[in-house]
């Protein structure tokens, strides 16, 4: 029996990943249709909002000339926070100013909604409020998807389902879930007006900066992130699921603990906030990825856990928007050859080992056990806060040396030789 295909390919979920899939298919003028239970692509999506300009170039060239984008950014802080005090290395990159920017900031809902708008103006067709609950199978082969009393059949489905992997599991790509891979994202966006955001951040135009935070977090790995938007703050924070648990601390409570930092407080001075959002993150890295195609389909971004935490990176959207695109690609390709099984597929892995997407992942796949470490996120902080302190605060006395100070400092404290231990750890890791 032959089966009567309603599209080449589908896509369960309009986030990036399966927008950016969407449009490069639509592009190569395939017959396409993506499934996404919100009201509209990115009513329920959540990023603190920080995405690279030079991948999001390549999926929608020029985008900087239409409405998508919030600032770009050209400023990066990176704090330390420990009790009431705060050390903070201050990054003004005046080489990012120019297009494709380096970095930008973006309101998924929003934004979402824009790239899935491009990948149906290239004919992509968009099943909105519209849940893909399990898949047709035919022959060990995915033929498509089922939702409610409807049939979809497509020769390829491409799974953007984002971080709750209920359809990747199903399609039996992915493992059940442990709360050791994941972490709880929490974000809060702020209003406050364009001038103020602009003046209290030594912002030209629709400059940007990020400000990323470590410290002050109950010990629990993870660490705070703030955006400026056109005329909104985005302001979160992202915590280990299993250290949470472990400590029976409630995610919400440490982010309210966190809030109430001075220097938190004054960077939200003034600003009301106007929606909170919370959403689970992918954390396991290269090592917990679950199997990447099969039968008729593949998984793109935060459903096949691409999401790079290495301390000083934290992304996901870009992941998610080049693997959606090499899906596209490796899909394209498997409907020239007419062959959608595993095989054919198969070409969607050598896609992404030729990309950043494994390639960084794999780099640093001991990231996610290294900052596993506790030390990292109190002790540390707490550490070099109290030393600067101790060498800027003045009591009339003479001064002491600043290397000899800074040695007792660590030694006093009994630390410096599990610093080193974790520097070593470190150099391997990251
Ligand atoms: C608080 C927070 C801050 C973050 N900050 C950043 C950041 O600054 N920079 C960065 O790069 N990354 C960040 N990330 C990570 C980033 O948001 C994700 O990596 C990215 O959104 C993944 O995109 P995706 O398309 O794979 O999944 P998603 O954006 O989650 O999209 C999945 C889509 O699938 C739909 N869907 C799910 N199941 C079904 C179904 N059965 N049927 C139909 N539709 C379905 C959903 O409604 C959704 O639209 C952050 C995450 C969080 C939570």
Redesign the pocket.
């Known amino acids: 029996m032959t089966v009567e295909y309603d599209f080449d390919v589908i896509i369960?979920?309009?986030?990036?990943?399966?927008?950016?899939a969407a449009l490069t298919l639509a592009k190569e003028g395939k017959e396409v249709a993506i499934?996404?239970?919100?009201q509209y692509?990115?009513?329920?999506?959540?990023?603190?909002?920080?995405?690279?300009g030079p991948v999001l170039n390549k999926i929608v060239p020029n985008y900087w000339e239409e409405d998508a984008i919030e600032r770009y950014l050209t400023t990066k802080k990176i704090t330390l926070l420990s009790e009431k005090r705060a050390m903070t290395i201050d990054i003004d990159l005046q080489d990012f100013a120019e297009p494709p920017y380096n970095g930008v900031t973006v309101i998924?809902p929003k934004f979402?909604r824009w790239l899935a708008q491009k990948a149906e103006e290239a004919g992509a067709f968009i099943l909105d409020n519209?849940?893909?609950?399990d898949f047709i199978w035919k022959d060990n082969q995915i033929i498509g998807i089922e939702?409610g009393e409807d049939e979809l059949k497509a020769k390829l489905t491409i799974i953007?389902?984002?971080?709750?992997t209920?359809?990747a599991e199903k399609a039996k790509l992915a493992k059940k879930p442990s709360p050791s891979h994941y972490?709880?994202?929490?974000?809060e966006t702020y209003e406050l007006k364009k001038e103020i955001i602009e003046e209290r951040f030594h912002l030209n135009g629709n400059e940007g900066i990020?400000n990323e935070f470590l410290g002050y977090t109950h010990g629990i790995p993870g660490g705070g992130?703030f955006?400026t938007n056109k005329e909104t703050l985005?302001f979160?924070?992202?915590l280990n699921m299993k250290k949470l648990i472990q400590k029976k601390i409630r995610a919400i409570d440490a982010f309210e603990d966190f809030k109430k930092h001075p220097y938190i407080q004054k960077l939200l001075k003034d600003a009301k906030m106007v929606e909170y959002?919370?959403?689970?993150?992918?954390e396991g890295g290269y090592k917990h990825m679950p199997k990447l195609y099969g039968n008729g389909v593949m998984i793109?971004?935060?459903?096949?856990g691409?999401?790079l935490n290495a301390g000083l990176y934290?992304?996901?959207?870009?992941?998610?928007l080049e693997?959606?695109r090499l899906a596209g690609l490796a899909a394209k390709e498997a409907l020239t050859t007419n062959d959608y099984s595993a095989e054919g597929t198969k070409i969607y892995l050598k896609l992404l080992r030729d990309s950043f997407v494994l390639q960084d992942l794999k780099r640093f796949k001991r990231a996610a056990k290294f900052l596993e470490r506790e030390r990292i996120f109190n002790v540390y902080p707490e550490l070099l806060n109290s030393l600067m302190y101790q060498l800027l605060h003045n009591t009339g006395e003479p001064r002491k040396r600043i290397v000899p100070t800074a040695i007792k400092h660590f030694l006093k404290k009994g630390k410096l030789f599990k610093l080193m231990g974790d520097a070593f750890a470190a150099l391997r890791s990251i």
Do not use: W
């Open positions: 369960v979920g309009a986030g990036l990943a399966g927008s950016s499934i996404e239970r919100g692509p990115g009513a329920k999506n959540v990023s603190g909002g920080a995405l690279y998924r979402d519209t849940v893909a609950e939702s953007a389902e984002g971080a709750v209920l359809l972490a709880v994202g929490m974000k990020s992130f955006y985005s979160g924070l992202i959002s919370a959403h689970a993150i992918p793109a971004g935060d459903a096949a691409m999401v934290i992304e996901g959207m870009n992941f998610a693997s959606g």
